[in-house]
Every structure is written in structure tokens, then in C-alpha cells.
T-cell receptor, first 111, second 115 residues
Framework: GQQLNQSPQSMFIQEGEDVSMNCTSS?????WLWYKQDPGEGPVLLIA?????ELTSNGRLTAQFGITRKDSFLNISASIPSDVGIYFC???????????FGAGTRLTVKP | KAGVTQTPRYLIKTRGQQVTLSCSPI?????VSWYQQTPGQGLQFLFE???????NKGNFPGRFSGRQFSNSRSEMNVSTLELGDSALYLC??????????????FGAGSRLTVL
């Protein structure tokens, strides 16, 4: 099925800077999930969003479920070197039983 | 509690061979789904099993198949391997499936190289 449009593809930032990435879709979603994947490992769930407009935080991470239900964003504040990795958005489209993924945002943090 | 366990972690096969990958879900999780991850195509959904039945299927050829056992462990098989099948194969488990509030927990993956 149609994958999610995730941007940016990659980011090179300085330690301490804030980061923002987003995902959009032409389909409506009931759930938005944000995962982080380290090299050689499977994705690990960071934040799950279940309601349009919902804003949820997990430490320095904040994610929002867009009001149109077709988009979501993830912010990382005060980045640190261990934030390095690939961040994916994902979710099952409304009335659909498969899982769609963004292409990922590769984050590099320079000390 | 133990996470999702995938075996083997790494394997090398040659074109034309077949391969079987195994996934043990988190205890109590009845849904197991499989994904192929490649640099060019990203993460793509292969199929989902629930209570030993394939419930959903992605857009992959019939060479890709799977099954689930009564203890929820799952295997996927790829027959007549092609070079393009080289990828990281991830499985994920959840309590009840892919939709709604069901959250996926991924294994570390099985990295397949086809020569």
C-alpha cells in the first residue's frame, strides 16, 4: 500500500539543537506511531498517538497527531549524541488492516 | 518479560535456495506480523498472522509465505531466492493486531544476504 511521506530524509545537527520531523498521508489514520531504529536493531516504539489533536511527550520527545488525521510530527529537544538513529512514523490507515511506514529520517548529532 | 526473538540473526544464501526465519512473540501476544526492510524500499509489510490464520497480506509474490503455530510462534519462508530478497526481515508482535490501539513490538531482525 501507499507508504507515508516522511521528511526530512536526513538531518545533521549540533548537540543541543532541537529537531523536528513530520509525516503526511493522503489517508486518514486512527493511530500514529513513532519508532527509532539503531543500526542492526529493530525499531523501538517512542510515542503512540490515538486521537486527533493529541500532543504527547516522552522525555525530550514530543509528538502530535494532526487535526486532519492525515499527519503527525515529532520534535526532539536539546538533542544529545545518543539520539542518533533513524526515526520512522507508522500507522494503520483507517478501516485498513495493514501497517504503513514512512521512509525514515536519519538523524546525525555532532558533539 | 522477554521481547520478540528472531532467529537466525544473520544468514547467507545463494540464488535459488529457500530460507525459513523464525519469530517468537512476546508472551500473550497473538498477532505476529512480518516486514521487509531494504535501503531502497524502506519498511514494507509482508503479512500478519493471528491465531494461526493469515489475516492480512502485503504486496509480495507467492514466494513469500508464512505460518503461525498454536503457541503464536511464527515462521516465514522465502523460496527460490533472488538477489533482491537481500534485506533485514523484521517481525513484530502485538496483543491483537495492527489496527486501533495495538502497538507493535519489533524483534532485532534477521539479516538475509543472497549471493
Amino acid at each position: 500500500g501507499q507508504q507515508l511521506n516522511q521528511s526530512p530524509q536526513s538531518m545533521f545537527i549540533q548537540e543541543g539543537e532541537d529537531v523536528s520531523m513530520n509525516c503526511t498521508s493522503s489517508s486518514i489514520f486512527n493511530t500514529w506511531l513513532w519508532y527509532k531504529q539503531d543500526p542492526g536493531e529493530g525499531p523501538v516504539l517512542l510515542i503512540a498517538l490515538y486521537k486527533a489533536g493529541e500532543l504527547t511527550s516522552n522525555g525530550r520527545l514530543t509528538a502530535q497527531f494532526g487535526i486532519t488525521r492525515k499527519d503527525s510530527f515529532l520534535n526532539i529537544s536539546a538533542s544529545i549524541p545518543s539520539d542518533v538513529g533513524i526515526y520512522f512514523c507508522a500507522g494503520p490507515p483507517y478501516n485498513n488492516n495493514d501497517m504503513r511506514f514512512g521512509a525514515g529520517t536519519r538523524l546525525t548529532v555532532k558533539p | 518479560k522477554a521481547g520478540v526473538t528472531q532467529t537466525p540473526r544473520y544468514l547467507i544464501k545463494t540464488r535459488g535456495q529457500q530460507v525459513t526465519l523464525s519469530c517468537s512473540p512476546i508472551s500473550g501476544h497473538r498477532s505476529v506480523s512480518w516486514y521487509q526492510q531494504t535501503p531502497g524500499q524502506g519498511l514494507q509489510f509482508l503479512f500478519e498472522y493471528f491465531s494461526e490464520t493469515q489475516r492480512n497480506k502485503g504486496n509480495f509474490p507467492g514466494r513469500f509465505s508464512g505460518r503461525q503455530f498454536s503457541n503464536s510462534r511464527s515462521e516465514m519462508n522465502v523460496s527460490t531466492l533472488e538477489l533482491g530478497d537481500s534485506a533485514l526481515y523484521l517481525c513484530a508482535s502485538s496483543l491483537a493486531g495492527l489496527g486501533g490501539a495495538n502497538v507493535l513490538t519489533f524483534g532485532a531482525g534477521s539479516r538475509l544476504t543472497v549471493l
